[in-house]
């Protein structure tokens, strides 16, 4: 079965630092791009950035860029986001899913951002 | 950068009847490979989003053929011949044609 399962979401400060995971299983991870997008409470999706298979090309939304960074784990199976600078803004359920067409979604992790 | 709309952003539907959502982009999401990159996405109440079509028009595994795409080019709608229940949530389109990815805001789909 195919599966991401992400992890690494919490309450942190505003400024603060989180890395997020995705744990991927049941497929070829190491041939497949991945995406993160997140979900703000109530909100519509959006898009946050996408890693190709060898970690080259990266793209990032412009609303995160400079603060985001992607990365991945092919011998692990494990794609990554670090996200700094944490403003109220990025309180969400950041989800990481496979393929061009986000064919596949993990169950998202979920982020706050609060003093 | 591309803007994807989506009309309406709500709809309800009595069981049995069809519903269209229309989503249009602000450039062609043709590529020059000669595909369409629009996808569309259900989310369910409480749960992840999941893919119903890629690739304009392409069914994923699983989905039920009352789900049909039509359009072309920048406009396009999903069409849904026969409302079930279970077809409540909120449909999102997504272009991957460039980077930044874009998605439409959604359209909230509720059952009569």
């Known amino acids: 079965e195919v599966q991401l399962v992400e992890s690494g979401g919490g309450l942190v400060q505003p400024g603060g630092s989180l890395r997020l995971s995705c744990a991927a299983s049941g497929f070829v991870f190491s041939t497949s791009s991945m995406s993160w997008v997140r979900q703000a409470p109530g909100k519509g999706l959006e898009w946050l950035s996408y890693i190709s298979p060898s970690s080259s090309p990266i793209f990032y939304a412009d609303s995160v860029k400079g603060r985001f960074t992607i990365s991945r784990d092919n011998a692990k199976n494990s794609l990554y986001l670090q996200i700094n600078s944490l403003r109220a803004e990025d309180t969400a359920v950041y989800y990481c899913?496979?393929?061009?067409?986000?064919?596949?979604w993990g169950q998202g992790t979920t982020v706050t951002v609060s003093s | 950068d591309i803007v994807m709309t989506q009309t309406p952003l709500s709809l309800s539907v009595t069981p049995g009847q069809p519903a269209s959502i229309s989503c249009k982009s602000s450039?062609?999401?043709?590529?020059?490979?000669?595909?369409?990159?629009l996808h569309w996405f259900l989310q369910k109440p409480g749960q992840s989003p999941h893919l119903l079509i890629y690739?304009?028009?392409n069914r994923f595994s699983g989905v039920p053929d009352r789900f049909d795409v039509s359009g072309s080019g920048t406009d396009f709608t999903l069409k849904i011949s026969r409302v079930e229940a279970e077809d409540v949530g909120v449909y999102y389109c997504l272009q991957t044609v460039e980077f930044p990815r874009s998605f439409g805001p959604g359209t909230k789909l509720e059952i009569k």
């Open positions: 690739e304009l028009s």
């Open positions: 899913a496979k393929r061009g067409a986000l064919d596949v």
């Open positions: 450039q062609s999401l043709l590529h020059s490979d000669g595909k369409t990159y």
